[in-house]
């Protein structure tokens, strides 16, 4: 995962911003390219931390009680 990124709302934030520089249209090929990388990459991170949130959810329902969450959940949100 890319360490570059803090956490959830920053990667929106980000996400975001690059999304609204795409739509103006007035960047080079080259840094509309790197622009829409760093997107993918935000738009994984954000998708993977929806799928953790929404397993965790469906625990809840399940079971009624709160698990741990799994080792890999959360992990950059430790060096806030």
Same mark, same amino acid.
Request: charged share 40%.
């Given at each position: 995962?890319?360490?570059?990124?803090?956490?959830?709302?920053?990667?929106?934030?980000?996400?975001?911003?690059?999304?609204?520089? &795409? #739509? =103006?249209?007035?960047?080079?090929? /080259?840094?509309?390219?790197?622009?829409? *990388?760093?997107?993918?990459?935000?738009?994984? @991170?954000?998708?993977?931390? &929806? #799928? =953790?949130?929404?397993?965790?959810? /469906?625990?809840?329902?399940?079971?009624? *009680?709160?698990?741990?969450?799994?080792?890999? @959940?959360?992990?950059?949100?430790?060096?806030?």
């Amino acid at each position: 995962m890319d360490q570059t990124i803090k956490d959830f709302e920053a990667a929106i934030a980000e996400l975001e911003s690059i999304v609204k520089k &795409l #739509e =103006e249209g007035d960047l080079p090929l /080259e840094t509309s390219l790197q622009l829409y *990388e760093r997107g993918v990459q935000l738009s994984r @991170f954000c998708h993977t931390r &929806l #799928e =953790e949130a929404e397993r965790r959810i /469906e625990i809840l329902n399940e079971r009624g *009680e709160l698990k741990p969450p799994p080792a890999t @959940f959360g992990e950059d949100e430790d060096n806030t």
